[in-house]
């Protein structure tokens, strides 16, 4: 179990980490989401060593390993600029911890290889860095913080510079690598979609502090602010409560609303209306637009609230 007690960090008097506690237990992966400046990775840097904290104590097993050097704390971390090596080859740099621990360089590269096949790049091992591409070379990274046997796993924005379609690729690839582990996981993002895909647990950091932490499903069921609200992604937020998808009705007599936006999306469009309290943003699907004119800006659409499934906050 990895466990922070009171951590506070600050950089020229600016207030960085302000008494943060945390936990991730054994097998589970917890996601620090925010937005940018908002301590995450630094975070990650004090957990690994690389920065010392002004208070608190960084607790790894049961074990205080605050004043430990990186290299004494038995961890794999993927840094966001990749931090290759750039005169050894794919393979050496996925290969070089396992062979500074003692592995015979042999064993060590055949290792290698089969962790670069595992997130795609088979063949690839005789390849510069500088012949890789930027997503390429995170892959590298990543195979290289997957290679060892940790007992705590790191991640800094590890899927950023990755398309669509690789990013869901190495994400599945990751959750299963990761629940071989069954260490403590600690990712970092800005991405809340990232986030809520592969981890267990989320805490959204702003200004140093925790706002509010649990699974996803319990951050998007009831968000603890208004800002955690807008942040994870809801629409229509006012300041004591936001209007989730679930509260709208549609038709059924609903009141006429004017139709101020209208933007057509892949299955379905999203509608913007004036509301009671201000404009209703609406995602309306494919099935709800059946059977039904078009909406267009300036015209009408009949929908109301649900009061009961607002979602309110103290």
């Known amino acids: 179990m990895l466990e922070l007690r009171d951590v506070s960090l600050s950089f ?3 207030k960085v980490l302000d008494g943060l506690s945390l936990t991730v237990a054994a097998g589970e992966t917890l996601a620090l989401l925010g937005p940018s400046g908002e301590g995450k990775s630094s975070l990650l840097a004090l957990i690994a060593g690389l920065i010392a904290p002004q208070q608190g104590q960084v607790w790894l097993n049961g074990r205080d390993i605050t004043s430990l050097a990186p290299e004494q704390r038995q961890l794999a ?3 966001q600029d990749h931090a290759l090596f750039p005169h050894l080859d794919a393979a050496a740099n996925v290969a070089f911890g396992l062979i500074e621990r003692g592995m015979a360089r042999v064993l060590a590269r055949e290792r290698a290889l089969a962790a670069l096949a595992a997130v795609g790049l088979a063949g690839r091992g005789d390849a ?8 390429e070379q995170q892959r590298v990274a990543l195979a290289r913080a ?42 970092v ?11 267990d647990r989320v805490a959204i950091l702003q200004g140093g502090r925790v706002l509010q932490q649990g699974t996803p499903a319990q951050v998007l069921a009831q968000p603890a602010s ?16 936001a209007i989730p998808p679930a509260a709208f009705v549609l038709d059924g007599g609903q009141p006429l609303r ?13 509608v913007v209306v004036a509301g009671d309290d201000g404009d209703w943003v609406l995602s309306l699907s494919a099935r709800e637009l059946a059977g039904r004119a078009y909406p267009q800006r300036g015209g009408q659409l009949a929908v109301g609230l649900n009061p009961a499934a607002l979602l309110r906050w103290a």
């Open 12 to 14: 020229a008097r600016k």
């Open 77 to 79: 971390m993927m840094f």
């Open 128 to 135: 510069a860095c500088h012949q890789l591409s930027g997503g």
């Open 146 to 187: 997957l290679i060892g046997d940790p007992a705590l796993f790191l991640l800094d924005e590890p899927f950023s510079s990755l398309d669509t379609h690789l990013k869901q690729q190495l994400m599945d690839d990751v959750r299963q690598r990761l629940a071989v582990l069954a260490v403590p996981t600690l990712l």
């Open 189 to 199: 993002t800005h991405d809340r979609h990232e986030a809520f895909a592969l981890a």
């Open 226 to 241: 208004a800002w955690v609200a807008r942040f994870v992604g809801f629409d229509n937020v006012r300041p004591d409560h």
């Open 258 to 270: 004017r139709v101020t936006q209208v933007e057509p999306r892949v299955e379905g469009c999203r």
